[in-house]
C-alpha cells in the first residue's frame, strides 16, 4: 500500500529563517502530490499541488515545492517564515485513476517571533 | 459563506450512544469524503462518495453508516460510540472524482467519547 512520510514531526524556527520539510511517498507509478496546511483552529487548506509538467511547484505565501521522482520525494520549502506560518503541515499523495488521498503524519512548524 | 460545513463542531458523550456529524457544502461538487485525524494528527480516509454513491469504504467498522441524501451532504452516523473513536473528523468536498481536482476541507468536528 501507498505511504507517505514526513520525518520531521516538529520543527522550530526563528523568523526569517528558511524551511525545508521533508516529504517522501512509496508508490512506483504516476502520483499526484500535495500540501495543506492546517492554521491553529482551523481547517485544513491546500498550499500547493503538483500533477505534471514543471517539477518545481509555486504555492501560495511564498511556499514552494519541488517533486524530484528519483527520490520519491515533494519537499516542502519557504526562503523565509513568518510567525504568522506556525502550523501543522501536511503532505498527501494521490495514487491511481481516482480520488485518495493518502496523508503523511504532519510536521508541525513552530515560528518565533 | 462557508464553503464547507460541519456541524456540530464539538461532540461529547458517553461509550455506547448513538451520533451523528452532518456535513454541507455549497460549492456545487459532486464528490465529498470523511477523514478521521486521531490523536497523533493522522489523518486518514474513511469513506467518500460522487453524486450521493458510495465509493470508498476503507474497512471502516459497520458502526460507522454514511449517508448522503443528495450531493450537497454527507452525514456521518456512528452506532455504539467506544473511547477509540475520540478524534477529529473532517468532511471535505472536490469538484468530482478526478485527482486533479482539490479537495476542499470543513472546520472538523472534534469528538469525545466517555
Known amino acids: 500500500a501507498q505511504s507517505v512520510s514526513q520525518h520531521n514531526h516538529h520543527v522550530i524556527l526563528s523568523e526569517a529563517a528558511s524551511l525545508e520539510l521533508g516529504c517522501n511517498y512509496s508508490?512506483?507509478?504516476?502520483?499526484?502530490l500535495f500540501w495543506y496546511v492546517q492554521y491553529p483552529g482551523q481547517h485544513l487548506q491546500l498550499l500547493l499541488k503538483y500533477f505534471s509538467g514543471d517539477p518545481l511547484v509555486k504555492g501560495i505565501k511564498g511556499f514552494e515545492a519541488e517533486f524530484i521522482k528519483s527520490k520519491f520525494s515533494f519537499n516542502l520549502r519557504k526562503p523565509s517564515v513568518q510567525w504568522s506560518d506556525t502550523a501543522e503541515y501536511f503532505c498527501a499523495v494521490n495514487v491511481g485513476g481516482f480520488q485518495k488521498l493518502v496523508f503523511g503524519t504532519g510536521t508541525r512548524l513552530l515560528v518565533s517571533p | 459563506d462557508t464553503a464547507v460545513s460541519q456541524t456540530p463542531k464539538y461532540l461529547v458523550t458517553q461509550m455506547g450512544n448513538d451520533k451523528s456529524i452532518k456535513c454541507e457544502q455549497n460549492l456545487g461538487h459532486d464528490t465529498m469524503y470523511w477523514y478521521k485525524q486521531d490523536s497523533k494528527k493522522f489523518l486518514k480516509i474513511m469513506f467518500s462518495?460522487?453524486?450521493?454513491?458510495?465509493?470508498i469504504n476503507e474497512t471502516v467498522p459497520n458502526r460507522f453508516s454514511p449517508k448522503s441524501p443528495d450531493k450537497a451532504h454527507l452525514n456521518l452516523h456512528i452506532n455504539s460510540l467506544e473511547l477509540g473513536d475520540s478524534a477529529v473528523y473532517f468532511c471535505?468536498?472536490?469538484?468530482?472524482?478526478?485527482?486533479?481536482?482539490?479537495?476542499?476541507f470543513g472546520p472538523g468536528t472534534r469528538l469525545l467519547v466517555l
Open positions: 462518495y460522487n453524486n450521493k454513491e458510495l465509493i
Open positions: 508508490y512506483g507509478g504516476t502520483v499526484n
Open positions: 471535505a468536498s472536490s469538484q468530482d472524482l478526478a485527482v486533479q481536482e482539490t479537495q476542499y
